[in-house]
C-alpha cells in the first residue's frame, strides 16, 4: 500500500504517520527529513545536495527522486507514506514512474480536510512543558493544576515561535499554492479521497483505516469543501 497524505501545517498529517507506521509497518517518506538524514550520513546524493544547498540554490527533482528511490529499494517493503512530495505535476508523474520500474503502484492520495478559522484555533492554542515535552492546549487542554504540568510537575512550559496565526496563515497559502497543481492529476485517476481532518485523532484514524480497508471510501468531491 503506497499513499500520499495531503494536508496543511497542523493537520495531523505526522500523528496519522507515525500511527500507521506502527500499525501497519509502512514508512513515512519525508522528503525534508530524507535530506537532511542524507546530508549528515555523506552519502554520495547527500553531498550532491549539501553542494546544492549550500550554493543557495533548490534541491533538484532528480536528487530528491534518487532519495525516494534508495527509501523505497531499502526500507519501504509494508508500503510508504508521501509526505512532501510530489508537489507538482512533473513530480507526480516521477513518483508514478520509481514506483512502477519496482513493481508498485500509488493506492490514494489521502487530504485531510480542514477549516482555516479553527486550524488557527488549534495550532496557536498550542504550548508544551519546557521539561518533559507533554503537550497542552489554551482551551482543549489545559494541565490539571495552574501552572504545573500534569506529566512531571514541571512549572515551565514554552511554545514554538512559529506557532502564530500570521505564519500559520501563511503556510496555509502555500499549501494551497502547492497542492492545487496535484490534485486534478490524482482525481482523474480516482485516486483521491478526503477525511474531516477536524475530527478526533482516534476518528481520523478510523477514516484513514476505512480508505485503506476499502469500506465506504469517500469518493473524489463528496464531503465538505476544504475551506482554506
Not at 484555533?121 to 482551551?139: E, L, N, P, Q
Not at 494541565?143 to 510537575?153: I, K, L, Q, S, Y
Not at 492529476?185 to 484513514?208: C, H, N, P
Amino acid at each position: 500500500m503506497n499513499i500520499i497524505l495531503l494536508g496543511p501545517p497542523g493537520a495531523g498529517k505526522g500523528t496519522q504517520a507515525q500511527r500507521l507506521e506502527q500499525a501497519r509497518g509502512m514508512v513515512q517518506l519525508s522528503t525534508g527529513d530524507m535530506l537532511r538524514h542524507a546530508v549528515a550520513a555523506g552519502t554520495p546524493i547527500g553531498l550532491k545536495a549539501k553542494a546544492v544547498m549550500d550554493a543557495g540554490e533548490l534541491v533538484s527533482d532528480a536528487i530528491v527522486s534518487a532519495l525516494i528511490g534508495e527509501r523505497l529499494d531499502g526500507s519501504a517493503g509494508n508500503g510508504a507514506i508521501f509526505d512532501g512530495f510530489p508537489r507538482t505535476q512533473h513530480q507526480a508523474e516521477a513518483l508514478d514512474l520509481l514506483l512502477a520500474d519496482r513493481g508498485r503502484k500509488l493506492d490514494y492520495v489521502i487530504e485531510l480536510q480542514v477549516d482555516e478559522e479553527a486550524l488557527v484555533d488549534r495550532i496557536t492554542g498550542r504550548f508544551s512543558c519546557a521539561k518533559c515535552g507533554v503537550g497542552y492546549h489554551d482551551k482543549f487542554k489545559l494541565p490539571r493544576v495552574e501552572g504545573t504540568c500534569d506529566a512531571c510537575g514541571a512549572h515551565e512550559f514554552k511554545r514554538r515561535p512559529d506557532d502564530n496565526e500570521t505564519t500559520v496563515r501563511t503556510r496555509m497559502a502555500e499549501y494551497r499554492a502547492k497542492t492545487a497543481p496535484i490534485l486534478p492529476y490524482y482525481e482523474e485517476r480516482g485516486l483521491v479521497r478526503r477525511i474531516d481532518g477536524m475530527a478526533s485523532v482516534e476518528e481520523v484514524a478510523r477514516q484513514i483505516d476505512a480508505v485503506l480497508d476499502g469500506e465506504g471510501a469517500q469518493q473524489p468531491g463528496e464531503g465538505r469543501s476544504l475551506q482554506l
